[in-house]
């Protein structure tokens, strides 16, 4: 079953204009309507604490909301400027589950070697976008790609993520393509 | 599956604690691995045992079974199974233990993302070239075994037998026989199963060359050893270090040439053409020669104390002629290897064509049918090798035996060839082979029992 609409969840209060630009973003790379939702809404009936000190517990947030979706939600992409915690990985912008429903992006290591010029903010809403396409590329079922100009090539450093385009690479356009016409 | 498809790949990721199993999965399959996962080593050795896993992942502290004992199972089970651990740093000791047990790597947690990609595309590469190596060293003791010689008669399954025991052996081996009889084949094949296959064998013709030119060849050279030795050269007996050299045509050699190998025979040390500097040496060495040496002794052509040191084991190779049997054999071998090359799909050899090739006297043996094969299967316009195909020597054929060759033949046994080669010539009808020796068929009966001569196809 492929995402028709995804709903953007902000863990922390962000800027509106940069949320407004990753919808957009998303609504036109995946071709599937967006919108942003608050996480008080989704948490409505359970409320839990998925921090460990300032970090996201992002597999277990993942898990939790795979197994709890509110019915009326087709897909959920949470958004963070808090560092993500797992017990095996020590530093990452983002984790989805594979043809999945639920991912979460983090900015906490986006703005490294950047200050708050105006050049500076666009590299950062790019670098943002990219990890945003990057893991919704994950929901649809498109791993890591070793063409390192492709979104779904693995970065390690935040200047990596400056390297490779915020599109596709022909390969995964096909499967992308394969992907959603069998909706 | 992206550009990378990696979903072939199988990974068992073993854990005690559920987040960290589901953590590292989402990864992997992000990664395009399929993975699937146990709850500690007892679990993991179950799966391990009923399915075929290129990789496991898995923590060294877990209740039931830790992460060793599951990899030195996992391993005993299946020596080809990756294992890379992952441990906090207060077990970086035990990480270490693992390794020496046959981890591949270990992991210290937290780590990079990255770092775990890495490491894991590093092993499946590791095995990858593993597998790859296996198969080319066993492609090669197969290109180079007894496999290789064809033949089915009884002298050569003695020769096979006597490869087979002289291989496990040091001593030094000289291989008799004429031209063109694989002397050099059965050297490879001894060296294929020696404990120094998987050193290098290297040949020499001695023959062939120059007596200065032989000195280099086998000895090396440092730079400026002489004009035109431009920078230092290993010779041949260094290059085989840790192997086998061969030395064909060893009867070939000048006496001054004998006395240096003596010399290294003896002494298991060279000196480069221009050094002083001695070379131990660890090869072993074997010789052939379709020379008469011990009469090539008599005359003083060659050395007596070099023949001993050389001629520790013999195997002495019988031309094809003395092998007939095995003539069929080689010529369906010869037949196949060339419709490999030629695209020429040359199924089957008449049975006129093929008691010519059997009855032919090879002076130029193995090597000789494979020629005649080659150019019968270029010429030969049908699926069926004909006479037509065959060079006249061969058609013209009438068996020559090695005593024939030697003119030591009797009398019986030119009778009994000259009656086989008429029956032949008359396609085995015996009123009009009686009529050409001028004998009746009662007679030509009874010489035909006394001499067991029987149709190929009775």
């Not at chain 1, 992409?77 to 043809?99: H, K, M």
Request: charged share 30%.
């Amino acid at each position: 079953m492929n995402l028709e609409k995804l709903s953007i969840v902000p863990l922390e209060i962000i800027d509106e204009k940069l949320i407004h630009q990753l919808l957009l973003k998303l609504k036109d790379v995946f071709k599937i309507t967006t919108d942003q939702i608050t996480w008080d809404y989704i948490t409505q009936i359970d409320k839990f604490d998925f921090k460990s000190g300032l970090k996201y517990r992002s597999t277990e947030l993942i898990n939790y909301f795979s197994e709890n979706f509110p019915g009326e939600i087709n897909g959920l992409l949470f958004i963070t400027t808090s560092d993500l915690y797992s017990p095996v990985f020590a530093r990452y912008y983002g984790e989805a589950q594979l043809n999945g429903k639920v991912g979460i992006i983090s900015s906490f290591y986006l703005r490294e070697n950047l200050d708050e010029k105006s050049h500076d903010s666009v590299i950062f809403l790019a670098r943002l976008k990219k990890e945003a396409v990057h893991e919704v590329g994950h929901l649809f079922g498109l791993t890591h790609c070793p063409d390192p100009n492709c979104v779904m090539n693995l970065s390690g450093k935040p200047g990596d993520i400056d390297i490779k385009s915020s599109s596709f690479c022909s390969n995964c356009s096909e499967v992308l393509k394969n992907t959603t016409a069998t909706v | 599956m992206n550009a990378e498809n990696n979903s072939g790949i199988f990974i068992l990721v073993v854990d005690d604690e559920m987040i960290v199993r589901q953590s590292l999965s989402n990864w992997l399959m992000e990664e395009g691995y399929s993975v699937e996962t146990a709850e500690n080593g007892k679990d993991a050795y179950i799966k391990i045992k009923k399915k075929k896993y290129d990789l496991v992942l898995a923590d060294i502290k877990m209740p039931e079974m830790d992460g060793i004992e599951l990899l030195e199972l996992g391993k005993k089970f299946d020596s080809e199974l990756q294992f890379i651990v992952m441990t906090a740093y207060a077990s970086v000791d035990t990480a270490v233990k693992a390794i020496k047990e046959g981890a591949f790597d270990y992991i210290v947690k937290p780590v990079d993302p990255e770092n775990v990609s890495q490491v894991i595309r590093r092993s499946l590469k590791y095995k990858i070239l593993e597998k790859e190596n296996r198969i080319l060293r066993r492609e090669l003791e197969r290109k180079h075994g007894i496999d290789e010689i064809i033949g089915k008669s009884k002298k050569m399954e003695e020769i096979f037998e006597l490869i087979r025991t002289v291989a496990d052996s040091e001593s030094i081996v000289m291989i008799r026989g004429e031209s063109g009889t694989g002397k050099e084949l059965i050297a490879k094949a001894i060296h294929a199963h020696s404990k120094r296959k998987y050193g290098p064998f290297i040949a020499l013709s001695c023959g062939s060359l120059p007596d200065t030119l032989l000195e280099s060849e086998l000895f090396g050279y440092e730079k400026g050893a002489f004009t035109g030795a431009q920078s230092t050269r290993k010779g041949r007996i260094e290059m085989a270090q840790t192997g086998t050299l061969f030395l064909d045509e060893i009867g070939d050699i000048s006496l001054k040439t004998q006395v240096d190998l003596l010399r290294v025979i003896q002494e298991r040390l060279i000196y480069r053409l221009g050094s002083t500097e001695p070379i131990e040496i660890d090869a072993r060495i074997i010789s052939a020669t379709n020379r008469d040496l011990e009469a090539a002794i008599k005359s003083g052509g060659f050395r007596e104390d070099l023949y001993y040191r050389l001629n520790v084991i013999t195997i002495d190779v019988p031309p094809l002629r003395d092998r007939r049997d095995d003539i069929p054999l080689l010529v369906k071998y010869y037949l196949n290897k060339n419709h490999m090359g030629n695209r020429k799909q040359i199924t089957n050899v008449s049975s006129k064509a093929m008691e010519k090739l059997v009855n032919y006297s090879w002076p130029g043996n193995v090597r000789e049918l494979e020629n005649v094969i080659e150019r019968a299967v270029v010429i030969s316009k049908t699926p069926e090798l004909s006479c037509d195909d065959l060079p006249e020597s061969v058609k013209n054929s009438s068996i020559t035996t090695s005593k024939e060759k030697e003119g030591t033949v009797s009398l019986s046994d030119k009778e009994k060839s000259h009656i086989l080669e008429i029956l032949e010539a008359n396609d085995w009808n015996i009123s009009k082979t009686s009529r050409d020796l001028k004998i009746d068929r009662t007679t030509l009966y009874n010489k035909m029992k006394k001499y067991q001569i029987k149709h190929r196809n009775e």
